[in-house]
């Protein structure tokens, strides 16, 4: 069991079907993660859900209840000021689906621990395409997503799209003082291409990526504009940034 103080982050809109069992995986793992669930206000209670655990894990389990639903990257903001503010050192991003296993969030705390690496990114596409369940037009999609911000951003990882991720706080300390522009799936990239900026030390390791069984996806087209679109104001906003220093 690592002594490292630790804890998952999971944002929350409408996964009541999920959450429960999602947060009883985590807790079954030898680490001993903690789970903070940032909900945005979901109309299937999924908060309440939530509420009605933390008595039977006091010390564990803690809630943001947020007035609406205000994007997946302010989601991860207010996540991750409450975990630096507690004192949590490696902090995780997983969402509520099924999608990232539990378990791989073990193997991602060793590289983050004990192998000297600052950013640590559960793949889909280090060894191939490990996606099962997906649409073949949505493989393609997410996989374009990946290589296209490869190609505008310069950085080195092949799933900047991953929402699988353990940063140490300093790093997230860090990049949070540079400001982050997105609120969408950009939002993931975004985390990474500064992190990476910083010369802060990134690794991929191989996961399944499994598509969720209950429940629905909340990637859309406005999501995946601003990915496209904002990722060449953010290149071109470093670039300038770099020649007025």
Request: glycine letters at 6%; proline letters at 3%; zero cysteines.
């Amino acid at each position: 069991m690592s002594d490292i103080k630790s804890i998952v982050i999971i944002p929350t809109y409408n996964e009541s079907e999920n959450i429960i069992k999602i947060i009883d995986e985590v807790f079954l793992l030898k680490d001993n993660f903690n789970v903070l669930v940032v909900d945005d206000n979901s109309p299937d209670k999924t908060s309440q859900l939530v509420e009605d655990k933390i008595p039977f894990h006091k010390e564990r389990l803690f809630l943001i209840k947020r007035e609406k639903k205000l994007g997946i990257g302010p989601a991860y903001i207010n996540g991750f000021e409450w975990a630096i503010k507690n004192g949590y050192e490696n902090i995780y991003e997983m969402d509520a689906d099924f999608s990232h296993n539990p378990k791989d969030l073990s193997r991602m705390q060793v590289f983050l621990t004990n192998n000297g690496y600052d950013v640590v990114i559960g793949s889909r596409y280090k060894t191939g395409v490990n996606v099962i369940n997906w649409p073949i037009q949505r493989v393609l999609i997410s996989y374009f997503a990946s290589w296209y911000a490869r190609s505008i951003t310069g950085t080195p990882i092949m799933d900047l799209t991953s929402g699988f991720v353990g940063y140490k706080a300093s790093v997230i300390q860090e990049v949070l003082k540079e400001g982050i522009m997105f609120k969408g799936y950009a939002f993931q990239i975004e985390m990474k291409f500064k992190a990476y900026n910083l010369k802060y030390k990134l690794y991929e390791i191989p996961i399944i990526f499994t598509d969720r069984i209950r429940g629905e996806s909340k990637l859309n087209l406005s999501i995946i504009y601003e990915a496209v679109f904002g990722l060449i104001s953010m290149k071109f906003g470093q670039v300038f940034s770099k020649m007025f220093k």
